[in-house]
């Protein structure tokens, strides 16, 4: 079935957007790509903020590694965009992406310390899980273009194994 | 015992091929020439993740995920550096050195090399 329900629920618990008009397995590959370049600007600034702020070498390996990855997705993605001559269109879901970034990434800054690094690793698990489902479950099915659905299939596995750190980070955090 | 790092680039790794198939085409039969392992990086897995070695041979590996991997030895003694999408690095196996490695870059990821 092209448009899963699950991508509604998913959107609808996780991002807390309304599934009226502004449904994410409406968008097209260029929405989707958008999108995409937008949750991997997040996670980059997120990590930016982790070094910037913990002093915890695990926690610094685990940013860095996240902006090494995130970086090389983002350069295939514009890579392959500018290959078939297209461009990433803004929408809803990277609006609200941001909006909710934006507000992360103040309450990060008011943490320090080892409160600082279990909001950074348990908010990396959450957004890889909220992310990893809709790319699977949302984008993956209703990618048009074969490209780029192989494209956010490679990007699916980097960000599992993101999950899978993250997870593990977040546990020995506690 | 600190392995060997011998290549840096896929072409490098082209020619020491090219070269080493010159030898074994004049040494035919010679139960000591060294031999090169692939090891490809894929998926978030060493393929195969257990590779048997004998001591003088040269391990490569390739690296065909998106994401920047290394493979690094669990005690730091050895380590490819980072490799991009495409990138190879080969070691020789020297004895005594380390057998289990990792990606430097996501450590669950795990290999082993397995003296013959």
């Given at each position: 079935?092209?448009?899963?329900?699950?991508?509604?629920?998913?959107?609808?618990?996780?991002?807390?957007?309304?599934?009226?008009?502004?449904d994410?397995?409406?968008?097209?590959?260029?929405?989707?790509?958008?999108?995409?370049?937008?949750?991997?600007?997040?996670?980059?600034?997120?990590?930016?903020?982790?070094?910037?702020?913990?002093?915890?070498?695990?926690?610094?390996?685990?940013?860095?590694?996240?902006?090494?990855?995130?970086?090389?997705?983002?350069?295939?993605?514009?890579?392959?965009?500018?290959?078939?001559?297209?461009?990433?269109?803004d929408?809803?879901?990277?609006?609200?992406?941001?909006?909710?970034?934006?507000?992360?990434?103040?309450?990060?800054s008011?943490?320090?310390?080892?409160?600082?690094?279990?909001?950074?690793?348990?908010?990396?698990l959450?957004?890889?899980?909220?992310?990893?489902?809709?790319?699977?479950?949302?984008?993956?099915?209703?990618?048009?273009?074969?490209?780029?659905?192989?494209?956010?299939?490679?990007?699916?596995?980097?960000?599992q194994?993101?999950?899978?750190?993250?997870?593990?980070?977040?546990?020995?955090?506690? | 015992?600190?392995?060997?790092?011998?290549?840096?680039?896929?072409?490098?790794?082209?020619?020491?091929?090219?070269?080493?198939?010159l030898?074994?085409?004049?040494?035919?039969?010679?139960?000591?020439?060294?031999?090169?392992?692939?090891?490809?990086?894929?998926?978030?897995?060493?393929?195969?993740?257990?590779?048997?070695?004998?001591?003088?041979?040269?391990?490569?590996?390739?690296?065909?995920?998106?994401?920047?991997?290394?493979?690094?030895?669990?005690?730091?003694?050895w380590?490819?550096?980072?490799?991009?999408?495409?990138?190879?690095?080969?070691?020789?196996?020297?004895?005594?050195?380390?057998?289990?490695?990792?990606?430097?870059?996501?450590?669950?990821?795990?290999?082993?090399?397995?003296?013959?």
């Amino acid at each position: 079935m092209r448009k899963l329900l699950a991508g509604i629920a998913v959107i609808g618990m996780l991002f807390a957007t309304q599934a009226t008009a502004n449904d994410p397995a409406e968008l097209s590959d260029v929405e989707i790509a958008h999108v995409a370049y937008t949750a991997d600007n997040l996670d980059i600034r997120y990590a930016h903020l982790a070094l910037a702020k913990s002093k915890n070498p695990e926690v610094h390996k685990f940013a860095k590694t996240m902006i090494r990855d995130h970086e090389a997705v983002n350069e295939q993605a514009l890579a392959l965009l500018a290959k078939l001559g297209a461009e990433a269109k803004d929408n809803f879901l990277s609006q609200k992406l941001n909006l909710d970034g934006e507000a992360i990434i103040e309450k990060f800054s008011a943490l320090s310390g080892a409160e600082f690094d279990r909001a950074y690793a348990e908010n990396e698990l959450a957004y890889h899980k909220a992310v990893n489902g809709l790319v699977a479950d949302v984008f993956i099915p209703n990618i048009d273009n074969a490209e780029v659905k192989a494209l956010f299939e490679e990007g699916l596995k980097i960000f599992q194994a993101h999950e899978s750190h993250a997870e593990m980070m977040v546990k020995s955090l506690q | 015992m600190r392995a060997k790092k011998l290549i840096r680039r896929d072409f490098l790794v082209g020619a020491a091929i090219s070269v080493g198939a010159l030898t074994i085409s004049v040494k035919v039969g010679s139960a000591a020439e060294p031999k090169t392992h692939e090891v490809a990086i894929r998926s978030f897995k060493f393929e195969p993740q257990h590779l048997q070695v004998e001591i003088g041979d040269i391990i490569s590996w390739k690296n065909e995920d998106l994401a920047p991997h290394t493979a690094t030895a669990s005690d730091g003694s050895w380590d490819t550096g980072e490799l991009a999408k495409g990138d190879s690095q080969s070691i020789e196996v020297v004895k005594g050195m380390e057998i289990s490695y990792f990606c430097a870059f996501h450590p669950h990821m795990k290999g082993t090399i397995v003296l013959k």
